[in-house]
T-cell receptor
Framework: DTGVSQDPRHKITKRGQNVTFRCDPI?????LYWYRQTLGQGPEFLTY????????KSRLLSDRFSAERPKGSFSTLEIQRTEQGDSAMYLC????????????FGPGTRLLVL | AQSVAQPEDQVNVAEGNPLTVKCTYS??????LFWYVQYPNRGLQFLLK??????LVKGSYGFEAEFNKSQTSFHLKKPSALVSDSALYFC????????????FGAGTRLFVKA
């Protein structure tokens, strides 16, 4: 399967703990996006990478959130000092210019903060 | 600022009947427009997009959408609904001249009755 993969698929943590999620995009895609989706809502944009450069970050993203894409391939999203309000599905998507802006989504990581 | 509205939380249609899922948008410049579908416990799947050109766009699974610039709408349509079309549908927009942020609507749940 050459689609977008995310790990882990599920994460339960206690409030105040740090968590890290990984996204592996489609191999030839140089663009990578992170979104957050809560129940009953559409995906909410968090951040965008082109290769290893983080070019856009939502103003809604607090300082507790950080994302990296060190070699322009996989990406990690870290949440520090988790809060119950961070409970959501975290989605990763990738695209390339040849694909005409179409983003392909991974299955997501569901986070539950107790 | 860009925004997307899906005015119907739910659409019910009988199998074999035509279906329409509505979407309106707001962007400063010219839009990229997308429809995605989400099945239970699965990631978002791309259906179709409008970038430029013909206002009527055809996509996967027999779906189509019409870009209407004057009404700022991008309604999703299918001539004959299937029970298997029952899912959650998201409209999304990106401003061509406004960075890489893609805004998703809140989603419309489609129920197709046999």
């Amino acid at each position: 399967d050459t689609g977008v993969s995310q790990d882990p698929r599920h994460k339960i943590t206690k409030r105040g703990q740090n968590v890290t999620f990984r996204c592996d995009p489609i191999s030839e895609h140089n663009r990578l996006y992170w979104y957050r989706q809560t129940l009953g809502q559409g995906p909410e944009f968090l951040t965008y990478f082109q290769n290893e450069a983080q070019l856009e970050k939502s103003r809604l993203l607090s300082d507790r959130f950080s994302a990296e894409r060190p070699k322009g391939s996989f990406s990690t999203l870290e949440i520090q000092r988790t809060e119950q309000g961070d409970s959501a599905m975290y989605l990763c998507a990738s695209s390339d210019l040849q694909g005409g802006e179409t983003q392909y989504f991974g299955p997501g990581t569901r986070l539950l903060v107790l | 600022a860009q925004s997307v509205a899906q005015p119907e939380d739910q659409v019910n249609v009988a199998e074999g009947n035509p279906l329409t899922v509505k979407c309106t948008y707001s962007v400063s410049g010219n839009p990229y427009l997308f429809w995605y579908v989400q099945y239970p416990n699965r990631g978002l799947q791309f259906l179709l997009k409008y970038i430029t050109g013909d206002n009527l766009v055809k996509g996967s699974y027999g779906f189509e959408a019409e870009f209407n610039k004057s009404q700022t709408s991008f309604h999703l349509k299918k001539p004959s609904a299937l029970v298997s079309d029952s899912a959650l549908y998201f409209c999304a927009v990106r401003d061509m001249g406004g960075g890489f942020k893609t805004i998703f609507g809140a989603g419309t749940r489609l129920f197709v009755k046999a």
